[in-house]
């Protein structure tokens, strides 16, 4: 019979500053995937990692993938963070023992014209790409992580490629937002005068069909994330994508009933939790 119901919330994307231009753009919201679990051997180890939202202008990278705005550290005044995936591995946190994941939203960017160069929502079997509408430079935005292939890099190519569990970072310094974490992450936005820095693409979601049964794996939509209706969301701002002007990203979430319906809560801490399966 059912193990578990496992049920993960993405991290928001942080929103893009102004700098020296004169809009920021927001985040991306994170992804939303449950799915009940069954089949996994007694004293088998779970690990649980809830994903960080995304940093301001970030010079690391936030805790589950997401993507490090700025990798160059100059000129540290533009896009932000991907917001990192929640995810619970089997044995060991690797991509090939992933369980069940919910990607991370995409970092805004930054324009001289208007807030459109946001960052993408993460989740869905593929996320949603970063915004770039700006003089039809659409191939600037940061793509989205899909199934198999992290997010495409833009046409300003990237100094961090998107991959398995990570976002990717813009070319220079924090031209565009960075990319979410997830399943496989988002591709950072790009750098072109005289208004794009493009937003990041959300990370994708995914489920282990070998244990994962009754799934829903949803992605959210620009800054607003897929599980903020869902049973058990705690509020607070979790999983959103931060507003633009320099806000982080709402952090993630992971919600666990057992067999015995008993409910246990994970939130951000920066740190991995392991449980045992009886």
């Known amino acids: 019979g059912r193990q578990y119901k496992i049920q993960c919330w993405g991290a928001g994307g942080g929103g893009g500053r102004a700098g020296g231009w004169s809009y920021g753009a927001e985040g991306g919201g994170g ?27 970030g010079t690391r990278m936030s805790y589950g993938g997401g993507g490090q705005a700025n990798r160059d550290g100059g000129d540290n005044r533009y896009g932000s963070n991907g917001g990192g995936a929640s ?4 044995t060991s946190a690797t991509h090939a023992n992933v369980l069940i994941i919910a990607g991370g939203g995409g970092g805004g960017g930054s324009s001289r014209n208007q807030e459109g160069n946001w960052g993408g929502a993460g989740g869905g079997v593929t996320g949603q790409d970063g ?7 659409i191939q600037y935005r940061g793509r989205a ?3 198999h292939e992290g997010g495409r890099n833009a046409q300003d190519g990237s100094s961090y490629s998107a991959r398995a569990l990570e976002g990717g970072t813009p070319n220079s310094n924090c031209y565009g937002g960075a ?26 979601g995914y489920t282990n069909p070998t244990y994962c049964t009754n799934v ?25 994508g931060g507003d633009s002007n320099a806000a982080a990203g709402g952090h993630g979430y992971v919600r666990i009933t057992d067999a015995a319906g008993t409910v246990t809560a994970y939130s951000y801490t920066g740190s991995d939790v392991t449980i045992t399966v009886p």
Request: charged share 15%; no cysteine.
């Open 179 to 204: 990319g979410g974490g997830g399943y496989y992450g988002g591709g950072a936005g790009g750098y072109s005068e005289s208004n794009t820095m493009g937003g990041g693409g959300g990370g994708s």
């Open 145 to 147: 992580g899909s199934a």
């Open 216 to 240: 829903r794996n949803h992605r959210g939509e620009a800054r607003m994330p897929a599980g903020a209706g869902e049973e058990g969301y705690p509020g607070g701002g979790i999983s959103v």
């Open 31 to 57: 992804g939303y995937v449950e799915a009940d679990i069954s089949g996994l051997a007694s004293n088998t180890n779970l690990i649980i990692r809830v994903g960080e939202g995304g940093l301001v202008n």
């Open 87 to 90: 995810a619970v591995f089997i």
């Open 131 to 137: 915004s770039s509408p700006y003089e039809y430079k």
